[in-house]
């Protein structure tokens, strides 16, 4: 069965390798037209996934992120516009340079190929993931998770019966009908067809596909993200900040996990942010000087130091300087995304230099990390790895390049 499919998208990958731009985006434009105007089917559709996953307990964030409205497709529609609107980076030659003997070489920039994503949860990303590899002319195998399988075969459904319409292979996408263990096991393993794997999820199944895959991997990650509010900062920004950071979604890998403050403002900081993050339900579980600024907060274990909650769940941590701050985010993060509210320029830099993670901020909320948020119309994933791709995964990271060189009866002497 892989075998099949594998095939075919090797194939689909040919064909799309070589398609124009121009043909390429208007089958996007179609891809999100059809989106929204088939809006009524994909929601019905996904309340037979949200309906099995109240069944089944699943906890209300996770439900959230699930759950399709006619207003989140819409948004998905307009990220994948978006990538239609993006220049195209295939075929784009950089570097290009002359050598001493007469030949000019520079590299091009071409697909991967076909890329393997295996994810859960999250129906959006069915589009997302479809829009760019497309656009960068890699085919796709979707194995999406059994919780939002109803989800992802109609919208994949969906895209496919427009790429017939603009005469383009429907293999260019294609979503796994069974969501097993074993299945994922045969396509992290499937070499011969499969040329990059991406998995998006929680820590178990990106380390799962880490450890059983023989395809290469593009390692995204869980999201430990911190804010740290230092000695200077606006505590009324800061406030902002962290509520949004961790109260607007619970249940995504940019949401704030833990809170850092400074010893010198923690007094005021921490009463001021635990009365409105109580409006939300928020659990706070803090070290031994925070717990004796606020009664309601929980004593902190050194797991919670490390957890990735996706919940109504923040940890609190005090610390006596900014490199306190930056050792234990260092020590605990994920790689993902941290924060650092202050009015010194020197500690702001010191920040951005010194805290090892794929997006550093100053005065923001770590929510912005998100391929829609830096312009790239969606996002493939958010890599916390260092080779290739770092931080939300762009049009940019699905190439690769080759040498091309021109010559002109040059032979190595």
Not at 118 to 133: G, K, Q
Not at 235 to 246: G, H, R, T
Not at 255 to 260: D, F, G, I, T, Y
Not at 293 to 313: K, R, S
Request: charged share 25%.
């Amino acid at each position: 069965m892989l075998e099949t499919i594998g095939a075919q998208a090797k194939e689909a990958a040919f064909v799309l390798g070589k398609t124009a731009t121009v043909k390429k985006n208007e089958a996007l434009s179609a891809v999100a037209d059809a989106l929204v105007a088939k809006a009524d089917t994909i929601i019905a559709a996904n309340e037979i996934d949200v309906q099995h996953a109240l069944e089944a307990g699943m906890k209300s964030s996770l439900v959230d992120r699930l759950k399709l409205t006619k207003e989140r497709i819409e948004a998905m529609a307009l990220g994948v516009k978006q990538v239609a609107e993006l220049d195209d980076p295939i075929g784009e030659v950089i570097g290009m340079k002359l050598r001493p003997n007469g030949l000019k070489i520079g590299q091009m920039r071409v697909p991967l190929g076909v890329i393997g994503i295996i994810y859960e949860s999250r129906p959006n990303v069915t589009a997302d993931a479809f829009s760019l590899c497309f656009k960068t002319g890699n085919a796709v195998i979707l194995r999406g998770g059994s919780d939002a399988i109803h989800s992802n075969l109609c919208i994949g459904e969906i895209i496919g019966q427009v790429l017939e319409e603009q005469d383009l292979p429907k293999t260019c996408i294609q979503v796994l009908k069974d969501t097993s263990r074993e299945t994922a096991t045969e396509l992290m393993r499937l070499n011969r067809y499969v040329d990059v794997l991406i998995p998006r999820g929680g820590a178990g199944l990106i380390q799962s596909v880490v450890q059983n895959a023989t395809v290469p991997v593009i390692e995204t990650g869980t999201g430990n993200c911190h804010v740290y509010v230092d000695d200077s900062a606006d505590l009324d920004m800061a406030c902002d900040i962290v509520f949004n950071a961790k109260t607007q979604r619970l249940g995504v890998c940019n949401a704030c996990e833990s809170l850092v403050v400074h010893k010198a403002v923690a007094q005021p900081f921490i009463k001021k942010i635990a009365e409105r993050l109580q409006t939300k339900g928020i659990e706070l579980r803090g070290d031994e000087e925070a717990c004796s600024i606020v009664e309601t907060i929980l004593p902190a274990t050194e797991e919670d130091w490390g957890t990735e909650y996706l919940d109504a769940i923040l940890s609190i941590k005090t610390v006596s300087s900014i490199d306190e701050a930056i050792a234990h985010i260092n020590r605990y993060n994920t790689k993902h995304s941290e924060t650092i509210v202050t009015k010194d320029y020197n500690h702001s830099e010191q920040f951005l230099k010194e805290v090892d993670a794929a997006c550093v901020y100053v005065n923001a909320s770590t929510r912005f990390t998100d391929g829609f948020e830096f312009g790239f119309g969606a996002e493939i994933g958010i890599s916390t790895q260092k080779l290739h791709a770092r931080g939300p995964m762009g049009l940019l990271a699905l190439t690769t390049t080759k040498y091309v060189i021109y010559g002109d009866g040059q032979i190595r002497e």
